[in-house]
């Protein structure tokens, strides 16, 4: 069964933002080496800044779509709710 673009989108989301804390861990060990020269050091900070705004960013997105996805979710089950009170209301009607 092929998923729903909702849940590829949501798959393809967590898998950046799981890519991006594993950049954001890297980049502060390397920020914390002594031996680094300033100008990269001033580089990657800059660089780490964007990449958490960027994570950030992502997280708020994730959380916006699985909202998205517990809605699709409850509307589905109210509907198989609807049909089975109807099933059973035709049964008790109709003494079947």
């Known amino acids: ?14 898998d950046t933002i799981a890519s991006l804390r594993e950049r954001v861990k890297r980049m502060e060990r390397n920020l914390n080496d002594p ?5 990269r050091r001033r580089e990657m900070a800059l ?9 950030e960013t992502n997280e ?7 909202k998205e996805n517990s809605k699709s979710f409850a509307v589905a089950a109210c509907l ?15 003494g079947v």
Do not use: A, D, W
């Not at 069964?1 to 967590?14: A, D, G, V, Y």
């Not at 709710?81 to 209301?89: D, E, H, R, S, T």
């Open 47 to 55: 660089e780490l800044k964007e990449i958490s705004k960027l994570l």
């Open 60 to 66: 708020e997105q994730l959380k916006k779509m699985h």
């Open 35 to 39: 031996r680094l020269p300033e100008e």
């Open 1 to 14: 069964m092929k998923p729903c673009p909702l849940q590829k989108e949501i798959q393809t989301t967590s």
């Open 80 to 94: 198989f709710f609807i049909c089975f009170l109807v099933y059973g209301l035709y049964v008790l009607v109709n």
